[in-house]
């Protein structure tokens, strides 16, 4: 028979914020017409990233960095992204549940080289709703998995170029509960799409990023 501190224990296990780290793998494309850019290159790339994490149960704080430490040639890559996802569950218990995640995104996305003068930052803001899965086995481990599309608006650094992003956003979470000297440790994958569709055409790009973290809970 469980405890009433037990159960607390196994709550606060599930809820327990936490910090990442990991890498993020990015593919950057223009998607355009070619005529459009101010010089004969776009800022295209495919590389990687490193990456930092704040989780805290809907609220996440993500920071990407790639440059030449991460192999990045003639790139700078800095994406600074805070989001917020509340689920409504409608079916399951305690230890199984399915629902609609509901989600408030705002993201900073800059990709700057030396060899071009034009750069690209844009700030956009969106919000989307999709699907969320989620499992439990008591004091030992949770598994979670979601899925969700958004679209949104985005502007350049000024505010004087602006247009529309379409987001699609999945991640995958295994947390194994008290495993190392009482905290949790979170085995993560996240997909983040970006499409933007910018006036002019100069700045139309797909952004693809695949991150694989590890987490401790805080």
């Known amino acids: 028979m469980f405890s009433v501190n037990e159960g607390a224990n ?33 800022l ?3 590389g990687a990233a490193a ?3 704040y989780e805290s149960g809907g609220l996440n704080l993500i920071l990407a960095l790639g440059n030449n430490l991460t192999q990045l040639d003639n ?5 600074l992204n805070l989001n917020f996802t509340n689920p409504f569950y409608f079916l399951g218990n305690e230890n199984f549940s399915a629902g609609i995640p509901v989600k408030l995104e705002t993201k900073l996305t800059s990709v700057r080289s030396d060899v071009i003068s034009e750069g690209f930052s844009q ?49 995958a979470r295994i947390n194994f509960y008290e495993l190392i000297f009482g905290k949790n440790i979170s085995l993560g994958y996240d997909y983040n799409f970006d499409s933007y569709n910018i006036d002019g055409e100069e700045y139309d790009y797909d952004f693809a990023g695949h991150s694989l973290t590890i987490g401790i809970s805080l």
């Open 123 to 171: 700030t956009n803001l969106s919000a989307g709703a999709g699907l969320i899965v989620r499992a439990e086995v008591p004091q030992k481990f949770g598994i979670s998995t979601q899925l969700i599309p958004s679209i949104g608006f985005s502007t350049a650094s000024g505010g004087f170029i602006g247009g529309n992003v379409f987001s699609l956003s999945g991640k």
């Open 51 to 53: 990456q930092i994490a």
């Open 10 to 42: 196994q709550r606060s296990n599930q809820f327990s914020p936490y910090l990442r780290a990991g890498v993020q793998l990015v593919d950057f494309q223009y998607t355009g017409d070619p005529s459009e850019l101010s010089g004969t290159s776009s």
């Open 75 to 79: 790139r700078r890559y800095f994406n």
């Open 44 to 46: 295209a790339f495919t």
